[in-house]
């Protein structure tokens, strides 16, 4: 079992920055691949970026690609995305997930690919 805390959610201005993060306790971090995901009202939870379980591999959407950046930090146990140059269509509920597969660039947009779930962060773009 893996449990998934995320935080550094927040209200930010067009243009602003965030920096989220994820904790993971439980089974070995390193095991799994971790994906970032979000929910914005009214509509379905759709894929941000993926990162390898060592972190030499990244996936983005291409609505993300060259603002965001997801790492990770194995002896932390944390997997984090960098925003930048945030937009109001950023805003959502982020979710960090956990994979314990490999994943192609096409699947690792699959929200059904992924075992654990964290409870989400709110992020709000104000224009």
């Known amino acids: 079992q893996v449990q998934l805390v995320e935080s550094g959610g927040g209200l930010v201005q067009a243009g602003g920055s965030l920096r989220l993060s994820c904790t993971a306790s439980?089974?070995?971090?390193?095991?799994?691949?971790m994906g970032w995901f979000r929910q914005a009202p009214g509509k379905e939870r759709e894929f941000v970026a993926r990162?390898?379980?060592?972190?030499?591999?990244?996936y983005y959407a291409d609505s993300v690609k060259g603002r965001f950046t997801i790492s990770r930090d194995n002896a932390k146990n944390t997997v984090y995305l960098q925003m930048n140059s945030l937009e109001p269509e950023d805003a959502a509920v982020y979710y960090c997930?956990?994979?314990?597969?490999?994943?192609?660039?096409?699947?690792?947009?699959?929200?059904?690919?992924?075992?654990?779930w964290g409870q989400g962060t709110q992020v709000t773009v104000s224009s």
């Open positions: 997930a956990a994979d314990a597969r490999t994943a192609s660039p096409y699947e690792a947009r699959a929200t059904s690919r992924y075992e654990y």
């Open positions: 439980g089974r070995t971090f390193s095991s799994y691949g």
């Open positions: 990162v390898s379980r060592i972190g030499g591999v990244t």
